[in-house]
């Protein structure tokens, strides 16, 4: 397994994951935070989705182990169109790496992938993206 870098260390650290945490990485890429959650996990599962299929095709073959142990599934997805499958339990943290819908870059996506995230999550589900040091919690919108 590849090294995590040290900027995606500090953003994996500082989330307050529990063993039996639900995560939902928006735009994953190859997967190397999504691995490194996982291998945080014992009954938790992480979610990591990305809009491109290549990113999605690399992240899977980079964690067959983390797959197979049921801590870890891909999809193929875009964050602002993204919504719960049936019987899908509902994700208590939600990150995102360099997702421009969510630091600013493209406000009128951000809304929508905000509502979103408020609809694929629990009450007490919090957000966190890398625009902080490492992080920056955002609200989630509650209705």
Do not use: K, W
Request: with cysteine; charged share 20%; glycine share 6%.
């Amino acid at each position: 397994m590849r090294r995590l870098s040290p900027r995606l260390a500090a953003i994996v650290n500082a989330l307050p994951l529990q063993t039996h945490s639900r995560v939902l990485e928006i735009g994953c890429g190859p997967g190397a935070a999504a691995r490194a959650v996982a291998a945080r996990l014992t009954t938790g599962h992480i979610l990591a989705i990305d809009r491109s299929a290549s990113a999605i095709a690399q992240a899977e073959a980079a964690a067959v182990d983390e797959i197979a142990s049921g801590r870890m599934s891909v999809r193929q997805a875009a964050g602002e169109d993204f919504v719960l499958q049936p019987h899908e339990e509902p994700y208590d943290i939600v990150f995102a790496v360099r997702v421009g819908a969510l630091d600013g870059r493209h406000p009128q996506a951000g809304q929508r992938m905000l509502q979103r995230i408020a609809m694929a999550t629990t009450a007490d589900a919090r957000l966190f993206i890398d625009s902080g040091d490492p992080l920056r919690e955002l609200p989630i919108p509650r209705s």
